[in-house]
């Protein structure tokens, strides 16, 4: 694997609606983000990627973008974001914007303009269709929000518009040479403006399986998941080709891909030595468990089923490339909620999982609250509810029998909304986040959960990361830690959750005890210096490590 300039940092999302309000109306913005970058530099981040933050109706919540050249006033304006790049450069912080270019929004002009004109050059931007006159849609596939992914092109009854999402994003064609002229020209501008590169947004859907045809039924609504067409969609590495040769490549840009279902044999084009991206997210566990019937529907990750998924993702890209590791984000419940068996989710437990996925070989990225172990938040109404996909679930699990706490209690498993609470600052009003009405409740958590309580508690799961951080730029470990052979120690030993980074003399072990259960291990031979752990007075006696309840040990060999 080539050496890259990214290799060995840390990385962090900010979703700017609920980080930090600066003035008082409730909504984050960027001078907030700017007035808390110590925060971040003395956690360690190296890379920052920031959430849309462009002109937009919000009804994706900023995913349907209106001006690609546009700061939305509710985050500030341009100078604002000109002025954070600037400072998060001076801490040795790069930005990274959110390149969403599956869709634009309805409100966008290229749409207003192909609804005045469908046949047009503008038209050609979009996916616009006859209505066929017998009312049989183009094709049945189901969008990820729910429904038909066919609307009536606004003003003309006669013509069908595709979006994938929302009804108010509209995709755009890529297989127009002249739209991706359009965001070439747009990705260079950005790069051009000195952030350090981008996350690109549900990019796998770009390339449709085309014509447009149904696949069968997997639900009683007579569509099918956009995963079926996904699966018969073939050629995007023309698309992305072009986009890192015209824009990423002489950049030399960072971009992390999130790519859901991708092609194996394709993952040395999305990420090797001169792949399309520099990285993509390892989504095994957070799409594990999912049922064509919905949440309500989905099975619970166990710590055994989230050990399977990690080490097949670890053995699957190899060094293929460099994966990027999460244990959530935006669109997924806390990872403290989702890994660790219901009510066990203690400070030990919560620095266990992070030490588990931290380590990984890739890139580590933190979620904004994730460091503070935040988690899932509380859900009595669907009146209280914002995410439209979990409006959407909610009718699912409804229309299949389930009850309104049934209903309910899916979206407190999966919600969107569990990522987007304000981030708890400190455990005055609204946790600190903001003077105003937050625009999402605060976690009812904050005054146990918040960042000033945990930065004074040396033992805090903040701390903890921080020495999660510093550990991954230990010079002693470094190397190990970042280009370091990944090799699972005793993986049939069901919730001991157990593996090697890098090789020989280098070497380390993470061994943790995914369960409230002691148990005892047999070490590897050489093995029993601790450079780190989770609880005080890690116990190895005659060449055994013995683990309490939900006790994580780093090793290196022993240096007598
Ligand atoms: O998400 C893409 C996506 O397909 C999955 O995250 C998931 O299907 C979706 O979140 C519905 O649960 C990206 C963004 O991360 C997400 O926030 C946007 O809603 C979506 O694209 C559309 O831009
Ligand atoms: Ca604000």
Redesign the pocket.
């Known amino acids: 694997m080539q050496k890259k300039w990214w290799h060995g940092k840390v990385a962090y999302q900010i979703y700017p609606k609920s980080f930090y309000d600066s003035n008082g109306d409730g909504i984050g913005d960027l001078p907030g983000i700017a007035s808390k970058l110590d925060v971040l530099k003395d956690l360690g981040i190296d890379i920052l990627w920031l959430s849309p933050i462009y002109l937009s109706p919000l009804a994706?919540q900023g995913?349907d973008i209106a001006d690609y050249h546009a700061i939305d006033p509710r985050f500030g304006t341009m100078d604002d974001l000109d002025s954070l790049i600037a400072k998060a450069k001076e801490r040795g912080i790069g930005i990274v914007m959110d390149l969403?270019v599956n869709?634009c929004s309805d409100e966008h002009e290229w749409f207003k303009k192909a609804c005045g004109d469908p046949d047009g050059r503008y038209g050609k931007y979009f996916y616009i269709v006859d209505a066929p006159a017998d009312g049989k849609l183009p094709c049945n596939w189901r969008g990820?929000f729910g429904g038909p992914v066919w609307d009536e092109l606004p003003g003309h009854p006669d013509k069908l518009y595709l979006h994938l999402?929302h009804k108010k994003?509209p995709d755009l064609n890529w297989e127009n040479p002249e739209l991706r002229e359009e965001i070439y020209k747009m990705v260079n501008w950005w790069l051009d403006k000195g952030i350090a590169g981008f996350r690109i947004?549900?990019i796998i859907n770009i390339k449709k399986a085309l014509p447009f045809k149904d696949y069968p039924a997997d639900r009683a609504d007579g569509l099918c998941s956009i995963d079926k067409m996904l699966e018969d969609a073939h050629g995007i590495g023309e698309f992305l080709g072009e986009l890192r040769d015209r824009c990423f490549a002489p950049h030399n840009a960072f971009t992390v891909g999130?790519v859901?279902n991708e092609k194996e044999e394709e993952i040395p084009d999305f990420i090797g030595d001169n792949g399309y991206f520099s990285s993509m997210y390892d989504f095994g566990p957070t799409i594990f468990g999912h049922s064509p019937k919905g949440w309500a529907a989905s099975k619970v990750c166990t710590p055994e089923d989230y050990k399977a998924c990690v080490f097949a993702a670890q053995k699957k890209i190899g060094d293929v490339g460099m994966i990027s590791n999460i244990i959530e984000n935006?669109?997924e419940s806390r990872g403290v909620s989702r890994y660790i068996p219901k009510g066990e989710a203690t400070p030990a437990a919560k620095k266990l999982l992070a030490a588990e996925y931290f380590l990984l070989k890739g890139l580590p990225w933190i979620y904004q609250g994730q460091e503070l172990g935040m988690e899932n938040h509380p859900v009595s109404s669907i009146d209280e509810v914002d995410d439209v996909?979990s409006v959407d679930e909610y009718k699912v699990a409804r229309a299949l029998g389930y009850s309104d706490r049934e209903a309910l209690d899916a979206i407190e498993r999966f919600g969107?909304d569990n990522a987007r609470t304000p981030y708890q600052w400190d455990d005055s009003e609204n946790a600190g986040f903001s003077a105003g009405t937050p625009w999402l409740p605060v976690n009812a958590d904050y005054k146990v959960i918040n960042y000033k309580a945990e930065e004074a508690d040396p033992d805090s799961v903040l701390n903890f990361y921080k020495k999660l951080v510093a550990l991954r730029k230990d010079e002693r470990f470094a190397e190990a830690l970042t280009y370091g052979e990944f090799r699972p120690y005793l993986p049939e030993v069901e919730n001991f959750m157990s593996y090697f980074r890098g090789v020989g003399d280098g070497q380390l072990l993470v061994a943790g005890n995914f369960q409230r259960g002691e148990r005892e291990v047999v070490l590897p031979e050489g093995f029993g210096e601790v450079v780190l752990g989770n609880l005080e007075g890690a116990r190895i006696e005659d060449g055994r490590l013995f683990l309490r309840g939900y006790e994580v040990v780093v090793l290196c060999r022993r240096h007598d």
């Open positions: 994706d995913y969403v869709h990820y999402f994003q947004d549900a999130e859901f935006h669109d996909s969107r």
